[in-house]
């Protein structure tokens, strides 16, 4: 049971969506954000006055005023909530479920807002996906030469314990992917076919350019 919710039907049919490309969440994972434009912090300040709940999307376009949505993203609810005292949220989303745009809908908010179809992603509200079949050893090796390609590390004593569920989305969240991979960690269907995706684009990208940064940076 993901934070109350025990069914899709328990769930919004009208959420406020955040599109930021190379930026996802998913089920039981953790995303801090930094608040700060007024539309978003409008849009913070409805959610916590209501069910809590955003809706990450990207974007299917190029960059403009209102860019065009990819049809699936996942909502989270904000578990964390600070202000900064220039007027910054600092916000932690704790993924709930994945979803598709019904419709987007037209409304007088600065922000936009979407009806959502969750039950295609019914599975994500039953808890953590107990998938055992993970080959840890050949996982890592895959990682191991894509983080060095970028001057990136990992807590490698996590990663060797960690659960399958915390290890796949933690990374699938927090690679620097490009936003069409990150889409397709998203839409995979199970842990299975995400932890398949994940692993492909480690083998396909190990080669990759390193990091400019002097000091490698730390994986979330």
Known sequence: MAQGYVRSS??????????????????????????????YLNMIDDAM??????????????????P????VG?????????????????ITLTGISRFRIATELQVTTPYRQVRAD??????????PD??????????????????????????????????????INSLSMGLPFEPAEKQALVEAPDLRDRC????????IDGAGGASDEDTPPRVQ
Do not use: H
């Open 10 to 39: 328990d769930l919004p049919q009208v959420i406020p969506v955040f599109p930021l490309p190379g930026a996802i969440i998913l089920p039981r994972g953790q995303l801090p954000l930094n608040i700060f434009e007024p539309r």
């Open 49 to 66: 006055a209501g069910e809590r709940l955003i809706g990450m999307i990207q974007t299917a376009g190029p960059l403009s005023e209102r």
């Open 68 to 71: 065009p949505l990819v049809r």
């Open 74 to 90: 996942c909502a989270g609810r904000i578990t964390s909530f600070a202000e900064t005292s220039d007027g910054r949220y600092l």
């Open 118 to 127: 969750f039950e295609p992603y019914a599975d994500d509200l039953e808890g």
């Open 130 to 167: 107990a998938f055992e079949g993970l080959d840890r050893e050949r996982f890592l090796d895959a990682l191991a030469p894509y983080l060095a390609a970028r001057g990136l590390d990992i807590d490698w004593d996590t990663a060797k314990a960690a659960p399958a569920e915390a290890l």
């Open 196 to 203: 398949e995706v994940l692993t492909a684009l480690l083998q």
